[in-house]
Structure formats: C-alpha cells, structure tokens
C-alpha cells in the first residue's frame, strides 16, 4: 500500500504537540491510511483485529495489535467493551475510528469521553443529531439548508410506507433512518416496490446498524450525487474543502469518484460549500465531515445526508487540495485550531478515485467474491497514481467484511489526464484469486457519457440496461487482440521447440516459419498467419496485417505489447491445454482458444455441450449467509415468488423463482452459509 498527498498546504509540525499513542478501531485500508500518517506524526498506533485477521496488513503495520474476537463483526469490530480494554490495556490516549464500525457510534464516544480518552471525530452530540436522517433533516432546515421534500416521522410497517409514498407521489426513496453507504436504501416506482422496499431495507437497517426505523422522502429523478468535504475545529472555525463528485453508483454505494466536479460552477460551489459549513456550525462540528447533497440538472441542490466521519473517497480531496485529512482530524483532536482559512483552500489539478472491489460485476454490477488473492500487484510503477489498500499477495476475502480490494487514486493536471492515467493503471492492475470490478471500471472510465460528464446517479442501468456485459471490441479492437493471442501463440510454440530434450538446444533453422492459426474469442472464430521476424511477428488478421513486438514474456503477468504504433498493456492470466489462453484486454478478461488449422477443423467434428436447464433451480449468486427461507418441500410457488434472502455484506438479496412449479427440496437452513452457484432450492 502507498498513501499520500500529491502535494500540502500544511506540513506536518513535529515541534506541534500530539498524541504519542493511537488506537485504530478498524480495519483494512482505513486502518492503513490513518497509521501512515501516525507515523509521519511521530505517533505510536495500535491495531485491534479479529482472529482471521491476525496476519492482515493493517496489524503488521502498527507498532501493536490486539485480538477483540472471532470473524462477525459483532464479536469484534463492534465489540465496545473489547476495544475499550485494549485502549487500557496498551495506554492509548486517543482513537481513530476510520469509518464504518464504530465511526458513528455515539455511545462509544461517551465513553472514551468518561475514560478520558480522545475520540478523533466529532462530539456525541454532533454524531446523534446527523446519524439519525430524521434529526438531520430538522437541523439542516434550522440552518438554513436545502432539503428534500418527504414524510417527516417513522414508517410503521409497509401498509403506512405505501400510504406515506402515494402521498409524497412516486418515485420515492425507502431508506434507513441510521446509518448511510447505501445499506437499507430502495427506490420504489409503484406500491408493491414500496411495500417490498420497506421490507428488505428494514431487514439490511437491522443488520448493518441496529435500528431498523425507516424513512420515505421523494427521489429526485436523474440527479447527481455531489458532497462537500468540511473541516471544522474546536474553537469555531470551520472550513469547506471544495467537492466531490459521486454520481457513478450502483445499489446506492459509490462505484468511481472524481474531484472536483465537471458539473459544478464557480457560484454554485460557493454556494454548496456555505451550506455546509453553516450546517458544520449549527452543530458545532469539530473534525472532518461530509455533506452530501443531490443536484439535479439546473443546479439546484438539496441536503441528502451528513457523515461524521472520513469518507472512502477522501483521497481525492486529499490531491487536489493538498491537505492530508487525517493529519487535521488529529490535529482537531488534540485541541488545536485550524491553521488553514478558506482562501488556503484552492482546487489544483484533477483526482479520480476507482474503488477495486472483489465482486463480479457480470452480475447486477458486482455481487461479492470471496477467495485469496494468489496473484496481487498494485501499479504502483506508474506516475502519480496512488493505492489505498489494505491487503497483499495471500490475503483472503472473506464474507465477513467490505469487499474492497483498494482505492485507486490517479490524479493528473485535467480531467483527461486523470482519467487515461487511471485507465492505464487498471490495465497494469494485476488481481488473481478471486473475481473483481476492474473491467466495469475500465469501461466507464472510457464510455463517452463518462468522457463528456453527462453522467448522473442512474447512470449504470441508462448506460448498461442489459447489465454490464464486458467489453464490447470495435472492429480495430478484434484484430488487435486477434493478433496478440496469435503472437502469444507463437511465441509459446517457439519455446516448446527449444527444448527437444532435457537439454536446452539453439533453433538454427534460419527459415521464417509461417504460422496457419484460427484465434477464437468472443463467439468469433478469425484465421491468423503468423510469420515471426525481426520487426515482431508478421500478423495477418483475415487480410489486415499488424505487427506485434517481441519483447514481451511469457512469464510475466503483463505483457506491454506494442501493436503497430500504439501500446497495449495486456495480462497474461492462464495458458491452458489445446491452446486455450485467458488474456485480460482493455479491462475485460477473455477465454480464448488458438489452435492450428488441423486441430480446428477436428474442433468442428464434436458434438457441443448440452445446456443445463436452471429453470426448476434456485442458485446462489455469491457466497453469503441463508437470511430467510420463505418455502418447504411441496409448496407450490409461483414464477417470480420469493423462495429466500441471502445476506452478503450486509446487503440483503431476495432471490425468486424462475418458473411456476412445486418446490421439491429446499437444499439449506436459516443461518447457513453458502457458495457461490450453490443449489438452494429445487423445483419438480
């Protein structure tokens, strides 16, 4: 992991008076990013970690670590009186939450405040009234904020939630009255997806935060989703850090971030950012915080939430304003008052932020993976570009925890410079062992509503209706990657002819070996000749011929393949049997096959694999936790009826029938975990 500002505006003082000992109550990068600049403090840290996380980085990098339990969360991320023990135990004098956990937890705060310890974050009070959405909203209106318009109160059960939504009129939004990250959140269009909405996201409310009361308030159509980071100390100043915008989402959690924001004016920032700090003010807010608002496509924007606490996105901040975040939280912490003013506070280049994520975005965008990372290694080789991570090669994923593999920060002089940055990191990003976003990125990061900035909060299922299919290889796109697999190809036949024996021999046929080939990917099937020579090897892709330099190695993960004049950053995943070749190109990983003429046209004489009907099968589709069964053996369903939930992160997903038919074996329990493409339920 690598984590800095590209420049600041306020370095570290170690004459400055701090803390000599901190405790991060977290985990992953989070913890990482707090104890690097603990370090450039002169602090002392201390980890806590489950048991599966003795061997993670964040309890390698700290000076201490203490266990404080088992896998779940709640028996040890979220265990207060554990944590409080090891603040005594290793004389921690303050604690830094990260966020998530207990980053919002107001009791916890009070009672480090009884223990004398120091909470990096705001007071209890500021962390009640803006964690509870209802409060929130009451004391954004008292100062002065923009609001959205909605039901004012608790919903009962789902007969009121669809009661509240006619009222208020659709489109609304069902979301937890606690908590944030898009946990316990739904749009609801007509009654039956407001009553159902009202039911799943009471459920995930329960789960991710102990409260399962829920609000309803109108969802402003195609909006973006812009917030502004704040900074406010204990002597009343406060200060706004400009935005960031947030819009690319998928279940309301944040997919790729950028700072600042290609939609905002100069008087419309100056404006968001006065809100915000008056709302900082009215709560008298004293460390970094985040307001978040919805604009819509006039500009006017409305008060959607606030965190009190570092965002997953404040990075990009941290680039293009030159102020590292958790060294002023600290700061705060300790009683100091802030040494920047607003005109300290300018925006200088561009910063995009991808969140690399163990989730297969073939499937609703990204459902979660789990597995170890076998094969990890961060572009960190490349200028300017930045990885907030907190794992390593043998790291494993569990269900346990957030998914996120990293924080891949790019920061350039524009916003082109930061987008063709973080796309040529994505190539050189090397992921092996469980499945991840990477090609999801990848593509929106050069889709050209992305490119032009018209973009909004529905911009996954306007963008990609069918669902994110991988890449989709103009006609220019094919033959490249036609004659990379090709030259691979040829390049692997070459070495197997040098050893002859268990003796390494010299090839000394000087003759240029012509190479008949059929490349096939992609449901397409393209003759190749490959001649090798000294410029490369001579490809000829039905007719358009391509030269493909040499210099690359099999035994390398990537392959930096220069096609004619332009450069290709390609990964070389598997080499398999019968000329089968996994090779990830433009983000997306294709399963090929390149063989030669004879052994294709004997390809064409088997008979193809049946195909399975699933239809009469209900599949998990990823590893989780059994939530609810709402069927038995000889309970006839209906197409579409729901047979059970399966808990994954937190997020609950309601999986239905495919067809109408009398249910035959229910495979699980309640409380059980399952894998992924497991059979959950099975129809006659």
Known sequence: MRSSSIYTVDPIDPTEPTFDKILIANRGEIACRVMQTSRKMGIRTVAIHSDVDSNAPHVKLADEAVCVGTAQARDSYLRMDRIIQAIQDTGAQAVHPGYGFLSENAEFVEKLEGLGV????????????????????????????????????????????????????????????????????????????????????TQEAASSFGDDRILVEKFVDNPRHIEIQVLGDKHGNAIYLNERECSIQRRNQKVIEEAPSVFLDEATRAAMGAQAVALARQIGYSSAGTVEFLVDSQRNFYFLEMNTRLQVEHPITECITGVDLVHQMIRVAKGHPLKLTQKDIG????????????????????????????????????????????????????????????????????RQEAIQRSVKALDAYVIRGVTHNIPLLRDILTEPNFLSGNISTNYLPQVYPEGFRGKQLSHQEVVELAAVLASIHVKDSERSRCFTSDHRTTNTNTTPTLYSLVAMFADLQLPCTVIPSSKGYEVSVKGENVVVDNNFSLAAPLIEAKIDSSHETVQLIRMGPAGELRIRYKGTAFQSRVLNEAAFNFLSLIPPKPKMDLSKQVLSPMPGLVKSIACQPGDMVAEGQELCVIEAMKMQNSLAAAASGKVKAVNVKEGETVEEEQVLVELE
């Not at 004391?139 to 919903?155: C, E, R, W």
């Not at 208020?168 to 609801?188: D, L, N, T, W």
């Not at 975005?361 to 990885?387: A, D, T, W």
């Not at 991570?389 to 593999?405: A, K, Q, R």
């Open 347 to 414: 925006i200088r280049g561009w910063a995009v932020e991808s969140r690399v994520y163990a989730e297969d975005p073939f499937k609703n965008f990204g459902l979660p993976s789990i597995g170890r990372l076998s094969l990890y290694q961060e572009p960190l080789h490349l200028e300017k570009v930045r990885c907030d991570s907190g794992v390593e090669e043998g790291s494993d994923i569990s269900i346990y925890y957030d998914p996120m593999i990293c924080k891949l920060v790019c920061y350039g002089d524009d």
């Open 118 to 201: 120091a909470f990096i974050g705001p007071s209890a009070a500021a962390i009640t009234g803006m964690g509870d959405k209802l409060e929130s909203k009451r004391l954004a209106m008292a100062a002065k904020v923009n609001t959205i318009p909605g039901f004012d109160g608790i919903v009962k059960d789902g007969d009121d939630c669809a009661r509240i939504a006619g009222e208020i009129g659709y489109p609304v939004m069902i979301k937890a009255s606690a908590g944030g990250g898009g946990k316990g959140m739904r749009v609801a269009w007509n009654e039956a997806e407001a009553r159902e909405g009202f039911r799943l996201a």
